[in-house]
């Protein structure tokens, strides 16, 4: 009897009459359910992931730390005030610049305010042409209500909820980083030790390619960033654009952000170079930002996160869409390691492997 009992439990799930099956709807409650909690509980999550992303950039700081003899847990301690330390010294330096920037704005104001005035004369006769016609059109009673489309920065600031309640929920990041930190070899072990016997090889190798994969990420990003800042920082001082160091900064990793990127890498150093530059001198600057996103993207990312992170463009586009409608902003820069990490796990999983090819290239 317990013989049949155990070929039944080793029957692999798959159709109706076989145990563990769990059918389509059970499936789609289950997804609706983890959709839910992602969305109510955005600010938590995104503070664990957040903490984790910083985590897996401090870990080298506290290897280099522990070889000269120091404790883990002082070693963790260093690393996070590093980290709060260059934090607040990046916020410090980008107020000074934001501070001599405004100071600076009436030099150039009146011409600024001329090119923006034309774009908004344009606006506002198109505005008043679609009130007219609404305005034609109210006594039909089939007549349809246009809504004003929400403004793009909607797409930023989508779900970020009470900002008292995200800051405190931020607050714990510092905390939650020295505690992984801290902890990292005990968190994994103790992971591991949660599935069975025969899974537990493939749960560790599954935590190994993740966290590969999201050091890679990191390290890959902050590279091709740095590289596209320091090009971008070059060109625009090469060109005049005023503030060059901070807006070829700003734009350099600005590029880096999914599809967006390159729009919002152009708009920095044409809105600041509004007025100041020539049009011949703009369209460098275009030139430049557009090219630095090709190579960025097209060529260095996938140097760096070819072997780590095999996602097909479709892939990525679709999980892109639903992390940033679940999160907002912070969806967009989170959506390709969640995505990387949802494949690696699905290529572990007998079951899931499926749903990994189609993830993968």
């Known amino acids: 009897m317990s013989e049949q009992v155990q070929e039944q439990r080793d029957v692999p799930a798959g159709r109706p009459d076989e145990p563990g099956y769990r059918g389509w709807p059970e499936v789609v409650i289950a997804i609706g359910v983890i959709v839910a909690f992602c969305y109510f509980a955005e600010w938590e999550l995104v503070t664990v992931l957040i903490s984790i992303l910083l985590s897996f950039i401090l870990a080298p700081v506290v290897d280099v730390l522990q070889r000269i003899r120091l404790p883990r847990g002082a070693s963790a301690f260093i690393a996070v005030m590093l980290l709060l330390a260059s934090l607040y010294g990046g916020a410090y330096f980008s107020y000074s610049q934001t501070a001599s920037f405004i100071e600076n704005l009436p030099k150039y104001s009146s011409k600024i ?123 625009f001082a090469v060109v005049g654009v005023p503030f060059f160091y901070v807006i070829g900064t700003i734009s350099g990793f600005l590029s880096l952000i999914p599809y967006l990127g390159v729009v919002l890498a152009l708009l920095v150093p044409m809105m600041v170079g509004m007025g100041q530059l020539q049009s011949t001198d703009l369209l460098f600057v275009t030139v430049t930002v557009v090219g630095l996103h090709v190579i960025g993207l097209n060529i260095l990312y996938p140097k760096f996160l070819g072997r780590r992170l095999q996602l097909n463009p479709l892939a990525v586009t679709l999980f892109l869409l639903f992390w940033g409608w679940l999160w907002g902003g912070v969806g967009l820069i989170l959506a390709i390691p969640l995505t990387g990490a949802m494949k690696i796990i699905f290529d572990h999983v007998k079951r899931l492997r499926p749903y990994g090819a189609w993830l993968g290239e």
């Open 113 to 235: 305010r001329a090119v923006v005035g034309r774009f908004r004369q344009r606006a506002e006769r198109l505005e008043n042409t679609t009130a007219n016609v609404l305005e034609t059109n109210r006594e039909d009673k089939n007549a349809v209500t246009i809504r004003p489309a929400s403004s793009w920065t909607d797409v930023f600031t989508k779900g970020l909820g009470s900002f008292s309640h995200g800051l405190v929920v931020l607050s714990f990041i510092p905390f939650l980083v020295y505690f992984m930190l801290t902890w990292q070899q005990h968190v994994r072990s103790a992971t591991v030790m949660l599935f069975s016997m025969e899974h537990r090889h493939a749960a560790y190798q599954t935590l190994g390619l993740i966290s590969a994969m999201v050091r890679s990420f990191i390290v890959g990003n902050f590279l091709v960033g740095f590289f596209i800042a320091a090009v971008s920082t070059a060109v």
